[in-house]
């Protein structure tokens, strides 16, 4: 019998991040590890029309992107829709915990954005805490059982 390495209810990736290399640095470590990254997109327009057509379990989501829209933007219209949202960016806001899961400080490295993701796993598949995380903001609630 073969088991998972992950938990996992978050396969389905949409990575959002408006600087070229780093986006394709993200998608070339989440699909290594075992992620469907759906789409990369630099902008708020796009990601909100990936997250209409395609199914879509977590953003990857810088704050600062190309376009008119917002990563705050994206991300509450993501959290209405149930999509776990890990920020990625430099400085995490004030209100994070209000429109994302967790909050992952850049710059990181691969590793750190893969356990980011798994700690999303933990809090959003299993309701569990989350390992500590070097760079890791969360916003863990537990759900009543």
């Known amino acids: 019998m073969l088991f998972a390495s992950r938990p996992s209810c978050i396969k389905r990736l949409l ?8 986006a394709f640095d993200n998608e070339h470590t989440l699909k290594h590890s ?7 997109v630099d902008s708020g327009e796009a990601a909100v029309a990936v997250i209409a057509t395609e199914q879509v379990d977590a953003l990857v989501l810088d704050l600062g ?10 991300a509450r219209i993501a959290r209405d829709r149930g999509i776990a949202v890990l920020l ?10 209000d429109i994302a899961v967790a909050c992952l400080g850049k710059p990181h490295s691969a590793a750190a954005l893969v356990s980011a993701l798994k700690a999303v796993e ?9 390992r500590k995380v070097t ?4 916003f863990w609630r537990p759900e009543a059982a």
Request: charged letters at 20%.
């Open 122 to 130: 933990m809090m959003t598949c299993k309701n569990q805490a989350p």
């Open 135 to 138: 760079g890791l903001t969360t």
């Open 15 to 22: 990575v959002i991040e408006d600087d070229p290399l780093t």
């Open 88 to 97: 990625v960016t430099g400085q995490c806001p004030a209100d994070a915990q």
């Open 34 to 40: 075992g992620y469907d990254v759906v789409a990369t």
């Open 65 to 74: 992107l190309a376009g008119d829209m917002t990563g705050r933007e994206v």
